[in-house]
């Protein structure tokens, strides 16, 4: 147990580092974007502007996580879900385009939770990106999201027509540090676990190989 608190109080200050790191590129990318944007073709200014909204978004998430990350952080607030949801959709929008992903959102009138907006999002960010990465000859996305009145918890539950997990990937899924993606860190789900008990909550995972 204290092994695994001081790895998340790792990820913690390294999500903090992180986001401080991005802080001057994405300022520099929507500079550029804006000067190549006033001597664009018109064909090419939609496209400019797409960049410049999703930098401004993700300026947004760093000065959020940046808040979230600082220690004197423990405010809690009502999040509708839902609204959560369709922001996380939007923001992916292009990638599912990309992808040749088909979405499908069906929602009962679900209540606020307790939460922090920027963390549900993080959980949301991460399980849309996994979903995306694990679908990259197109498919379908499910989201469903449910109030069950006897427990008074609120389900997310998302279904992905992707490659499925081997029994040994799913065993690793929440352990820190263990990804099969390039380049990946193999820290989105494990905080994703964290912030989930963190309020109340829990995840589990239902995976088979070539499903």
Sequence with gaps: ???????????GEMSAAI???LRNPLATIRS??????AIAHPPVQKSITDIIGQVDRMSKWVRELLLASSPTTGVVENVDPSEAILETLNTFELQIRNADVQVEFTATAAPRVVSQRVLLSQVLNSLFS????????????????????RSGKLHITLHDTGKGMTPRQKQRLFQPFSTNKQGGLGVGLVMVKRI??????KVSVTSR???
């Design 209 to 211: 190989e070539d499903e």
């Design 130 to 149: 996994n979903a995306l990465e694990a679908m990259p000859n197109g498919g379908r996305l499910h989201i469903d999201l449910e109030s069950d009145m």
């Design 1 to 11: 147990q204290i092994i695994e608190n001081e790895t998340f109080v790792a990820l």
């Design 196 to 201: 989930m008990e963190r309020f109340g909550g």
């Design 19 to 21: 986001a401080h790191s």
């Design 32 to 37: 550029s974007a804006e000067l190549a944007q």
